[in-house]
Each structure stands twice: as C-alpha cells, then as structure tokens.
C-alpha cells in the first residue's frame, strides 16, 4: 500500500481481510479479484439509517450485477444478527461481520462520531469500490445516504466503461 500521511487513498492496494457472513461462510477480500467490488461500512442492522443503505443497494442490486460489481457490507454486529437483517429485508449480498473491529480499523472507518450531541467511537459511514485488481478506485467518508447509491453507481459505470 502506498500511503500518503499514513492515510488510505484512492491508488492504494485494498487490504486483504478474512470475515465470516451471515451463514458463518469465511469470505476472504482477495477471492474476489477480477471483478468490482463495492466495499460498503455502515454502523448497525437494523437502524433507520443503515436499514435505508441496505435496502437502497438491494433496490439497484440488478445494475451493480450488470457491471460485474460484489457488493459487501460490513458491521460489527454479529452472524446472527446479519442473518436476520437479511432475512427480514430480503438482503441479496453478503453482510460481514467484524466484531473485534480488526477490518474498520484497517479501512480507517471506525473513530469517533457525534450522535445527537453525544461523542462515541463507531463505524464512520464509508463505501469503497475496489477494481478486479483490488485496488481502491473511490472513496466515500461520513457518507450522507441521500443519492449515495446513485453516485456510487454513476462512478462505477464511469470506471466500467
């Protein structure tokens, strides 16, 4: 990885992880080289906010499909949980779980936020796409959700063209 300001950056090699989905299933980041992926971090299953993302990648799952895009989410929330967020939503991708924070740490996506005044340590809402050859393309930080799958869409069409 080449790091400016010990900063994750678009140009950098995504680092390689190992989580376990909903199933229990081990999914290893560099198993999916050569196709896109949209590496998604989000706070909690089953909040307004990320129940709303969720259900937006699900609603264009059939764009992504078509321009050969992974989508992956990733929570600390557990296995269960994961599954029953699926279950409950009808979630067609993969949800992992990253319970001792080992990845977000990684991504550079977990610090300290506001919520509702209060200051907390959590996941900061971030999507990354990643190219067949796993290299970071874009980056989202702090995302607002208003437009976001839009945008991630018309970015990957732009990099797929």
């Known amino acids: 990885m080449k790091r400016k300001n010990g900063e994750l950056q678009q140009g950098d090699t995504a680092p390689d992880f190992e989580l376990e989905d909903s199933n229990g299933n081990k999914i290893k980041l560099s198993d999916y080289r050569g196709q896109y992926i949209v590496l998604y971090f989000y706070p909690k299953d089953n909040t307004p906010g990320c129940t709303r993302e969720a259900c937006d990648f699900r609603d264009e799952i059939e764009e992504f499909s078509k321009l050969n895009a992974l989508i992956l989410g990733i929570s600390f929330d557990p296995i269960d949980s994961h599954k029953q967020f699926k279950a409950k939503f009808g979630l067609p991708f ?36 990643i190219d067949p050859e796993g290299i970071i393309v874009k980056i989202w930080k702090k995302v607002k959700l208003k437009g976001h799958i839009e945008e991630v869409l018309t970015d990957l069409k732009k990099l797929t063209e």
């Open 94 to 129: 993969r949800l992992l779980s990253d319970i001792d924070k080992f990845v977000a740490e990684k991504y550079e996506v977990f610090g300290e936020k506001k919520l509702y005044g209060r200051k907390l340590f959590g996941i900061i809402r971030s999507t990354f796409i």
